[in-house]
């Protein structure tokens, strides 16, 4: 009998007793699993459509467009020039009035602003210059003729490889924003003298390429 009493002591402890508690797997991949940081990418080449700045130094004595033009045509690149500062002399301008005068100035003259283009050949220099005399007189003009560096000339630049031409305005069918890209090689010209303002018989060629510029596929210049 004790045993029985025993039994029924602890019967209502087992009876009460609470299971034990089981921890459950959260479903799914643990938090944080998938944002693991990624290995930045490195590019190691040169977009062929992106602008490269340059800060280029012009000696005294050295024709600043003969020089860019130069630049240009060796590295296969067009130039876009932004800015410079400097003092020049010896300019041959074109002036931008309806008679469209050349006047040579002699003396020194300082660079207010100096903006423009300049694509490899046959593709004529496109640059338009304003200068500050001694005596505080402005003038400016496209330049058709030398730009001599009166000491060192420092031009803001920036060079790209491929340019798209567009005719405007775009036809109704086509999509805006939209350009077909063409290579240098082609036959066809059109004259630059509304785009440039330069007088026909002023330019060695007369003529640029009418299906725009991809320089990509010539000689690849030598990295800055």
Not at 105 to 128: K, T
Request: charged share 15%.
């Amino acid at each position: 009998m004790t045993g029985g009493a025993d039994s029924l002591h602890q019967t209502p402890e087992l009876l009460g007793a609470k299971p034990l508690n089981m921890t459950r797997r959260p479903r799914g991949r643990p938090a944080g699993s998938k944002n693991k940081p990624k290995p930045p990418i490195i590019i190691t080449r040169d977009s062929a459509n992106a602008l490269k700045a340059h800060a280029m130094e012009v000696v005294s004595g050295c024709d600043i467009a003969e020089n860019l033009i130069g630049f240009a045509r060796r590295k296969q690149r067009g130039v876009c020039v932004l800015s410079a500062t400097g003092f020049v002399t010896n300019i041959t301008l074109r002036q931008p009035s309806s008679s469209g005068s050349i006047v040579t100035l002699h003396g020194r003259f300082e660079i207010l602003s100096l903006l423009g283009s300049v694509l490899p050949p046959p593709a004529p220099a496109g640059l338009a210059v304003y200068l500050a005399g001694a005596q505080g007189q402005v003038v400016g003009g496209s330049v058709v003729g030398a730009l001599i560096a009166s000491g060192p000339v420092v031009i803001m630049a920036a060079t790209f490889m491929n340019a798209t031409f567009d005719r405007l305005p775009l036809d109704d069918g086509e999509e805006v924003g939209a350009g077909k890209h063409y290579q240098n090689n082609r036959q066809q010209r059109h004259h630059v003298d509304d785009v440039y303002g330069i007088p026909q018989n002023l330019l060695t060629n007369g003529a640029l390429p009418s299906d725009g510029y991809g320089w990509g596929q010539g000689r690849a210049g030598s990295k800055q």
